[in-house]
């Protein structure tokens, strides 16, 4: 089986509209597809005509761990109205808002003018990330490419991006869990932490009620899927795959192939009713 449970559409900072995303999914030959964006509360029955390609609902989640920002997937959520996925959202996307606004005024001070409107007219309804500012610079001739925008105005260590306290990692993985979804840390690889403190994130996130490993993404090498499978036995984790796709002229994860894992982990798709 095909599967693919980390993409991203418009609706948070990928390029395409969530059915195209799907649609494209599905010419891709997936199985198995969940669209993840960012804080953002999952679109409903989503389908593809004429394919058999099932689309479960998923967002990826900002948290926050000893000070560092982590993501958790929230795949396969159940939308229950009675738990705290909906109201945590909430106040994550008016945290964005509010960090947008202090972007657009510190890159008003560089003398960018009009970024934090720029970038809402990139986002469109869908939450407002970084990645709408680096399309604005791009746009407006201030950048290059997104990742020179990064580099230059937006990245961790530049004057551009604002410091943000998202949920504590306990709060994100409860909120998913409340929603009968299974929460998954995210590519645990890109945080570069040294081996210890990831496997300290690793307990934290367990202890909490996190219960898989993204041990395959995008475009990582086998080495770095080699070491995280290893972290998935140590730990009796359930394993997830996603290609972290957003589209876009440099996106280099394919939709659809997040990279192979071993065969002898436990899918997290493996205990999911998907008749």
Same mark, same amino acid.
């Given at each position: @089986?095909?599967?693919?449970?980390?993409?991203?559409?418009?609706?948070?900072?990928?390029?395409?509209?969530?059915? *195209?995303?799907?649609?494209?999914?599905?010419?891709?030959?997936? /199985?198995?597809?969940?669209?993840?964006?960012?804080?953002?509360?999952p679109t409903?029955?989503?389908?593809?005509?004429?394919?058999? @390609?099932?689309?479960?609902?998923?967002?990826?989640?900002?948290?926050?761990?000893?000070?560092?920002?982590v993501h958790?997937?929230?795949?396969?959520?159940?939308? %229950?109205?009675?738990?705290?996925?909906?109201?945590?959202?909430?106040?994550?996307?008016?945290?964005?808002?509010?960090?947008?606004?202090?972007?657009?005024? %510190?890159?008003?001070?560089?003398?960018?003018?009009?970024?934090?409107?720029?970038?809402? %007219?990139?986002?469109?309804?869908?939450?407002?990330?970084?990645?709408?500012?680096?399309?604005?610079?791009?746009?407006?001739?201030?950048? %290059?490419?997104? /990742?020179?925008?990064?580099?230059?105005?937006?990245?961790?260590?530049?004057?551009?991006?604002?410091?943000?306290?998202?949920?504590?990692?306990?709060?994100?993985?409860?909120?998913?869990?409340? /929603?009968?979804?299974?929460?998954?840390?995210?590519?645990?690889?890109?945080?570069?932490?040294?081996?210890?403190?990831?496997?300290?994130?690793? *307990?934290?996130?367990?202890?909490?009620?996190?219960?898989?490993?993204?041990?395959?993404c995008g @475009?990582?090498?086998?080495?770095?899927?080699?070491?995280?499978?290893?972290?998935?036995?140590?730990?009796? @984790?359930?394993?997830?795959?996603?290609?972290?796709?957003?589209?876009?002229?440099?996106?280099?994860?394919?939709?659809?192939?997040?990279?192979?894992?071993?065969? /002898?982990?436990?899918?997290?798709?493996?205990?999911?009713?998907?008749?």
């Open positions: @089986m095909k599967v693919d449970l980390h993409a991203h559409s418009t609706a948070s900072d990928g390029w395409l509209p969530i059915q *195209e995303l799907c649609d494209r999914a599905a010419k891709c030959g997936v /199985d198995l597809f969940c669209v993840t964006d960012h804080d953002t509360l409903a029955n989503l389908s593809v005509s004429g394919s058999a @390609m099932r689309v479960l609902p998923g967002i990826e989640l900002s948290a926050q761990w000893r000070g560092r920002v958790v997937l929230g795949l396969n959520l159940g939308n %229950r109205p009675d738990g705290g996925l909906a109201s945590g959202v909430a106040e994550l996307r008016q945290r964005r808002d509010e960090r947008g606004q202090t972007i657009g005024e %510190r890159l008003r001070k560089r003398g960018i003018e009009d970024a934090y409107e720029g970038a809402k %007219r990139i986002a469109g309804q869908g939450v407002l990330g970084r990645p709408h500012f680096a399309r604005f610079l791009v746009e407006t001739g201030k950048a %290059r490419t997104v /990742d020179d925008a990064f580099r230059r105005w937006l990245g961790d260590t530049a004057m551009s991006n604002s410091a943000l306290t998202w949920a504590p990692v306990e709060d994100a993985v409860r909120w998913i869990v409340e /929603d009968g979804g299974t929460a998954v840390l995210a590519h645990p690889a890109k945080y570069q932490f040294t081996h210890s403190k990831l496997r300290e994130l690793i *307990e934290c996130f367990k202890d909490a009620g996190g219960s898989g490993l993204e041990v395959a @475009m990582q090498t086998p080495a770095t899927t080699r070491q995280l499978a290893e972290l998935c036995r140590r730990y009796d @984790m359930s394993a997830s795959a996603g290609s972290d796709y957003h589209g876009g002229p440099q996106d280099h994860a394919r939709l659809g192939q997040p990279g192979p894992f071993p065969e /002898d982990l436990t899918p997290v798709w493996s205990t999911w009713a998907l008749s």
